[in-house]
């Protein structure tokens, strides 16, 4: 059996209204998972937004050993024991790319990890690279057996400085961690400087870690001793992915959104883009109010490391520039793939010109039709549901367990609640 939402679109109508609350957030929260083995005793991680990334990261500690409980609702507490195993299980490894970054951890406490070459969302080509570069930099040998990544150090990993030559936010996250139980200083230069890496870091440095300048471009580890968790439980900040999908269903079909528990600092640019494109947006502190405006003006869109326009956003932002008079660009500068969803935007009535893999011209406004829809990733998945919001008639949205259900929690009930027709139902995969 496989999940699908079945929406009743408004046809353009500006008929949402009400709050819609902010969970935690998931490239956060996975970061946090991770870090529990850099911990002597239990941690308490708190905010965790229930959703199936969450929960396989959980997993796969468990199939590694940890004790992992889960108290309520989005609290849990890990406690890594005696015997933690240092392979993460190729099965689920296999299917979320996040998971890389557990390695760092593992290889820093036990001087080895294993791990298969991590799958996830189909965004376009995936490279380990920095991952290998930086084993080897921190003395680390890595070798390929069997299809797995084996990497080994020996006398344990040592302090060393790199250059990144992208700004890659899970390869900054894993040397951070490695960084902490390290001996001597870790620096990294051209780190990438998303919110959740400086609110990791801000965690394990109320844990006793020593990390100095993330959320900058070169942070600076100075490598020590297990951290101790008792008592400094872990919250998760606001998801800035899901305030700005909201934000953007907002600007296209609310009479007035409340976006709650949210940190607007984390969205200035596509604030700044959507208030260019002449979207209301009022904004205080842990809260944004949106509301569509009669008309939208077309806006180009280029994608960039924090704190540029997130890539994560390009897919629901595309959406609205369909809605919007004018042409607008859209260059998609951090994965080749991520815009291989315009297509089935396309099907829906868009007018959408693939100028090559990075870059798409949209011309605005066109009227969207009620659509058959399998989302190639989770991001493109909840665009889809914005995109069948706004359409006239009914829109199907296949793979929703496998996409839109990895990221964000009890989604339907959220959309619902501020009025869209929305309904989750169950068909035979072979249907799909
Ligand atoms: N890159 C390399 N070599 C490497 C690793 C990355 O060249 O060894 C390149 C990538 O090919 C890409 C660039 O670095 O061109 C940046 O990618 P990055 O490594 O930052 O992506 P990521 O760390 O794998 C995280 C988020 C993504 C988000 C990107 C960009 C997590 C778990 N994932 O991915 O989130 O799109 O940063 O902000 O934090 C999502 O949540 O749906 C998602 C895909």
Same mark, same amino acid.
């Given at each position: ?86 392979? %993460?299980?190729?099965?689920? /490894? ?86 902490? %139980? ?18 990791? /870091? ?44 909201? %934000? ?47 008309? %939208? ?127 989750? /139902? ?7």
């Amino acid at each position: 059996m496989s999940n699908t939402f079945v929406i009743k679109g408004f046809g353009g109508e500006r008929k949402l209204h009400g709050k819609v609350s902010i969970t935690g957030a998931k490239n956060a929260a996975l970061k946090a998972i991770a870090s529990t083995v850099l911990f002597r005793d239990t941690v308490t991680l708190t905010n965790i937004p229930e959703i199936n990334d969450t929960f396989r990261m959980f997993d796969l500690l468990k199939d590694m050993g940890a004790d992992v409980v889960n108290l309520k609702h989005g609290v849990y507490t890990v406690l890594i024991p005696r015997g933690f195993a240092t392979e %993460l299980s190729p099965g689920i /490894a296999k299917r979320m790319r996040s998971s890389i970054v557990l390695t760092g951890p593992v290889l820093a406490r036990y001087g080895k990890v294993s791990f298969p070459h991590p799958g996830g969302c189909v965004i376009g080509a995936r490279p380990l690279d920095l991952f290998v570069d930086g084993f080897e930099k921190m003395g680390a040998k890595v070798s390929v057996k069997d299809d797995s990544y084996v990497v080994e150090a020996k006398d344990g990993l040592k302090g060393a400085e790199f250059f990144l030559k992208n700004q890659s936010v899970t390869v900054t996250e894993t040397f951070m961690m490695a960084g902490v %139980l390290a001996s001597g200083s870790t620096i990294i230069k051209n780190a990438a400087m998303e919110p959740e890496i400086a609110d990791l /870091a801000q965690f394990l440095n109320k844990c006793g870690a020593k990390i100095i300048g993330a959320g900058t471009p070169t942070i600076i580890i100075k490598g020590g001793k297990l951290l101790a968790g008792a008592r400094k439980p872990y919250k998760t900040m606001p998801d800035r992915i899901e305030a700005g999908s909201f %934000l953007v269903l907002g600007a296209l079909a609310s009479r007035e959104l409340h976006i709650t528990n949210c940190n607007p600092a984390h969205l200035e640019s596509p604030i700044e883009l959507l208030r260019s494109a002449g979207v209301s947006i009022e904004t205080k502190k842990t809260e944004i109010i949106v509301r569509a405006p009669s008309k %939208l003006r077309a806006v180009d869109v280029k994608t960039h490391e924090y704190p540029g326009f997130p890539t994560d956003l390009q897919a629901p932002m595309t959406v609205l520039l369909t809605q919007a008079e004018g042409e607008s660009k859209v260059f998609e500068t951090i994965f080749e793939g991520r815009l291989n969803y315009t297509e089935s935007l396309s099907a829906m009535g868009a007018s959408i010109t693939m100028m090559d893999p990075h870059r798409v011209l949209v011309r605005g406004k066109s009227e969207l039709r009620g659509r058959k829809l399998t989302s190639p990733d989770l991001r493109a998945g909840l665009a889809f549901v914005i995109a069948a919001v706004v359409a006239k008639g009914e829109s199907v949205i296949h793979n929703v367990d496998t996409t839109i259900d990895r990221g964000y929690e009890d989604i339907e009930n959220r959309l619902r609640a501020i009025g869209v027709e929305i309904e989750r /139902a169950q068909v035979l995969s072979e249907s799909v």
